[in-house]
Structures are given as C-alpha cells and as structure tokens.
C-alpha cells in the first residue's frame, strides 16, 4: 500500500476490517494457544473455526468475550489450545483470516542465537559488521577530582541503543542474563561464530563469546580496587548522526576523540545543567559483582585463570557494594533524561546469591535473604508508571538465583516474593490482550521481564496460574498486539517487523538489524510529550494508534521504533528456554 493511500484512508477515517492477532513465530504443542480478535468498533462475534492447511475444518467454537483495549473497541479471545497436533492453520472468525499459524516443538529453535545477531552488531572494540575496530580512543576520566582528564583503556562492549552510549548498568545485566542463559539451557545455542563476531566456528556457544566480549569490558571499566566506571559517553553523542567509525561526537578533546568516563562517585553526577540523584555504589558494584561472580562459576574449568580474576573482582566489587549503599545512576549532559535507576538492594541480592554459589560461605545467603526481603517486589510491578529505568533489572533474578541454592523455608519464601510482582501485574490485565504492564518507555523490556519471572516462577513451583499471562506476554512480543508486528527485528525472518527502525546503521548501511529488540508501544501521552520526535512517512499503523498506546515503524520515533541491546540481551533467557531441545 502506498504512503499516500494510507495517508488518505486514515484521513478519511474509512472503517478497517476487523483483524485477528497471532503469534507469528509460532506456538509450542503443549503450550496455551490464544489468538486475540480486534475490532474498531463494536462487534458481535459467535464463533471461529480453524482450518488445517488442506483446507478442512479442524476447530469450530464459541470466542471468549473479553474488554477493549487500545484501538480495538471489541476484543474476543479465540483459545485454540486443544489443537496439539503439530502443523500449520489458519483461524477465521468475523470476515478475517489469519496467514497460517504454526503449531511445532520446534517453533522458537535457534531464536536465542537470533538476537546475538543484534549483539555483535552492537559491539564496540572490533565489530564484525564493520569489520574494524570503533571508538578506539576511549576514555578520559571525568567528575572524578583525583583522576579527572586521565586516560584509562576501555575499548570494548557494547553501544546501549542506536546511541552509541556505554553503561556498566545495562551492559553488567545484559552479560549476566546471557551467561544465565547459557548456564540453564545450553542446548539452545550453536557455535556458528568466532570470538571476534565474525562467521566460523570456534568451539565455543556463539552465546558465551558474546558473554566474554561484555565480561571483558566489565574487567577494563573495574580496573583496580579504587577504581570503579559506571558509563562511557554521555548525551553529547547525540550532536550527530553518524555509524560507529565515523562517531564524531565531541566530548572537549575534538571532534571523534576521546569519550568521557564517568566512574561512580557516591554523589549527584551532570557535568552541566542537569544533575541525577547518585548516592551510593551499591547498584553498580552489585552488579559487577553477580556478573562476575556468575562467569567465575561458569569458566572455572573452562578457564581457570580468567575464572579466578573474575572470582577476584566479584568478592572485591560486593565489598565495596556493601561498604557503600546508594545509587550510582546513569549521568546527563545536555539533555534531562537519564538512568534514573533507584532501586540497589535487588543488585546487592543478585551478587550475594551468586557469591554463595559460587565460595559457599554462609553469610553471603543471610546477606541475599535480608536484601530480598526489602525488595520483594520489583516496584514496577502493579503500577501504571515509573521513572526511566527506576526500576532496573526489570526483573529480580536474584530469586531464583537463591531458590536454586537455598533450603526448602527459603525457596518458598523467594518463590512468594515472585507470586506477588506476578499477581499484581495480573489485576491490572483485565483486557482481550492480557496484558497488564504499564506503557512507559522500553515497555517491550517489562513484557519480556513479566514474561520470565512468570516462567521462572511456573519452574519453581509447578503452579500454573500465571501461565496464560506468560503466554500472552510471549505472543504480544511475537505479534499478538493491536498492530500485528513482532517486536524482534526478522523474527520470524517471514513475518511482519519493523522495516524502519531508529537507527543510524540500519539507514545508512541498508542492512536489516535481525535480532534487535525495540523499545516497543509506549502511552500516547508519553509519545505526545518527548523533544524532536517527527515521523518521517504516513503512518502505515494510524488506525490502530487511536487509543492509549502507540506504536510507529518509523525511523523518526526513537520513543517505540528503537533497538535495545540490554532488552535483547533480557529476552534471551526466555527465547533459549523456548528453544532448548533438551526441554
Ligand atoms: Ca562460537
Ligand atoms: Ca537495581
């Protein structure tokens, strides 16, 4: 359809015929199966039927009643869970058709080794799609009166967004959940690349390289005891609109030099106008901490000389956590949006768990249960909005973390705290979509999140109560969601995703950005109120953006249509235990 024709049909508000989401990649045979029929207008709907792919009628049943959300004034819910039976289908209901639906054991094969795709063309050090090494020159230290205008080597890791921002917050996480991945579902991952990113085996799970290059920037960012960086860049970057070896931000050395290296300080940060809310070390010292304490476990016969630095610089890192409570937050230049991370304990919870794994000493189990305990629930959980990244990880993995380890009381108790983050998102899911997460920026970040908890939960107890709400944050991500779009750049490589994402290297280098998680709908009055947002074309999606939520595929909305690489690197321990052939 021509831009113009969508223009003027939106413009003329002619009617759009009802439509039915579905997953597009595709749907386990044991799993619950729900595609979710919208329409504009209010509709009586009595029945659907599924068809197999010859054509022949397989299901024939009642939808389920359901309330409106967003655009879609009438919602039904068409549960086509009794069809187990692997194959392709198609679902009819109300004058729309679904393209064929597939029901396979195999549906989210390789889909964890799809986002790495994304993480490698995200790295910065030597990138394999540039086949060169970018920001060479990082960094010099500022905000810091002792070592400020000091050169310290921290090539490495990976930009944040399609900024080419570096944060210990995102990037400490990102590793975390990949070597979580691996650890719990290594049937999931195949060794295609090598350790630079390029194509050809090495021996290695193409997920642990991608782990080690973020470990190994992590090392270089906590370079010695008194010596702990938390972010490369700042919001100057955002002057030009350049790829990654061309980057000519400024940061007062001249044009595509130096990049300024903010180290945690215990104090408010912003070397200009704007100034965050730092106090403490913990969030980020934690989070060192559980990253490399989990490698250390992982490379301990791998590798026991790199397993024993990280063992090292975790018991180091966890040390200065406790020693000094607080938030060491995300630092603005120019501009007044940050990480505005709150929340230390979660952090602190996550490295103890882990440093119990990983010596066995008691007192790291008491310190983990006394920190979950004052954060049993990740405060976003059952509001309807939050800072930027206040709430960060977007889930706690520390509960798991520690029913893995601790005594039968314990792992009741964490698996409790989990229950509760979970219900609480649930009462506000009363909607044809079953969705209850609050459409703040990143809202793809907490649906996956949701998504994982629930799952990790279901793992723990065997209870299934949350498993449709699971399941509908899995099939939203995947396509159940009024504008029928995956969410992941080329999953499925046939299915309907962004052709047009906020990025740089995606315009300038006419490459698809396959593997990529957007930042996802956001709340109209959020997309209403952010600086410089123009779309650059008619909007393909106008019918479906009349409610309370938006979603454009356009290069000029950086609010919903932006990769993420710590939202990426989140989804990958749900795609891998989707995908894991030993489940
Ligand atoms: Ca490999
Ligand atoms: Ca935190």
């Known amino acids: 359809m021509s831009a113009l024709f969508v223009l003027l049909f939106a413009q003329l508000g002619a009617p759009t015929a009802p439509v039915i989401r579905v997953n597009q990649l595709g749907y386990l045979p044991d799993a619950p199966k729900v595609a979710v029929f919208c329409a504009l207008e209010k509709t009586e709907l009595s029945e659907f039927t599924v068809t197999a792919e010859n054509g022949a009628t397989v299901l024939r049943r009642a939808p389920t009643p359901a309330n409106a959300f967003g655009p879609c004034a009438t919602t039904y819910r068409l549960d086509f869970s009794s069809i187990t039976k692997t194959g392709s289908y198609r679902i009819t209901a109300g004058g729309a058709t679904t393209a064929l639906v597939r029901v396979r054991d195999n549906a989210y094969a390789g889909a964890a080794d799809t986002l790495l795709y994304y993480m490698r063309e995200q790295r910065s050090g030597y990138n394999p799609l540039f086949k060169m090494v970018v920001h060479l020159h990082d960094g010099i230290v500022v905000d810091d009166s002792l070592r400020a205008g000091r050169f310290v080597p921290v090539t490495g890791g990976w930009a944040d967004a399609s900024d080419y921002l570096q944060y210990v ?101 912003g070397l200009f106008k704007y100034k965050n809310r730092s106090s403490g070390f913990a969030s980020t010292a934690g989070k060192y901490a559980s990253t490399f304490a989990l490698a250390a476990k992982i490379y301990g016969q791998r590798d026991p000389s790199f397993a024993s630095r990280l063992r090292e610089r975790a018991v180091v890192a966890y040390a200065i956590g406790k020693a000094s409570p607080g938030v060491c937050q995300g630092a603005p230049g120019r501009a007044p949006y940050y990480y505005e991370e709150d929340n230390w304990v979660d952090d602190m919870e996550l490295a103890a768990a882990e440093l119990y794994a990983l010596t066995r000493e008691r007192r790291y189990l008491r310190d983990a249960l006394d920190y979950a305990s004052r954060e049993p629930v990740t405060p976003w959980m059952g509001a309807d909005t939050a800072r930027h990244y206040q709430w960060y990880p977007w889930h706690n993995n520390g509960h798991f973390e520690i029913w893995r380890v601790a005594n039968g009381h314990d792992r009741k108790l964490v698996a409790d705290y989990y229950r509760r983050g979970l219900e609480a998102v649930v009462k506000r899911a009363d909607n044809g979509f079953r969705i209850g997460i609050p459409f703040i920026w990143c809202s793809n970040n907490l649906m996956a999140s949701f998504a994982t908890q629930a799952h990790l939960y279901r793992r723990m107890t065997g209870d299934n109560r949350f498993r449709e709400y699971e399941q509908a944050a899995i099939d939203w991500l995947f396509g159940t969601n009024p504008w029928g779009v995956s969410m992941v750049i080329g999953l499925p490589h046939d299915g309907i995703f962004a052709r047009d994402p906020h990025s740089v290297v995606a315009k300038e280098m006419h490459v698809e950005l396959t593997g990529a998680l957007l930042d996802g709908p956001v709340y109209s009055s959020i997309y209403r109120n952010l600086l410089g947002i123009t779309l650059h074309d008619a909007d393909e999606y106008a019918s479906f953006n009349t409610g309370f939520i938006v979603y454009h595929d356009d290069v000029g909305d950086y609010s919903t249509n932006e990769p993420i690489m710590d939202g990426t690197a989140n989804l990958s321990y749900l795609l891998a235990a989707l995908g894991d052939r030993a489940r």
């Open 169 to 269: 917050m995102t990037s400490a996480n990102a590793t975390f959940v990949l070597l979580m991945s691996y650890r719990d579902h290594p049937a999931a991952f195949s060794d295609h690349f090598d350790a630079r990113g390029l194509p050809g085996k090495n021996g290695t799970a193409d997920i642990l390289d991608e782990a080690r290059h973020g470990l190994i920037w992590l090392l270089r960012m906590f370079p010695s005891d008194s010596e702990m960086y938390n972010q490369l860049g700042d919001d100057r970057d955002h002057t030009y609109w350049d790829t990654p070896p061309n980057d000519s931000a400024d940061y007062g050395w001249g044009k595509g030099k130096e990049r300024a290296l903010y180290p945690c300080t215990g104090k408010p940060q």
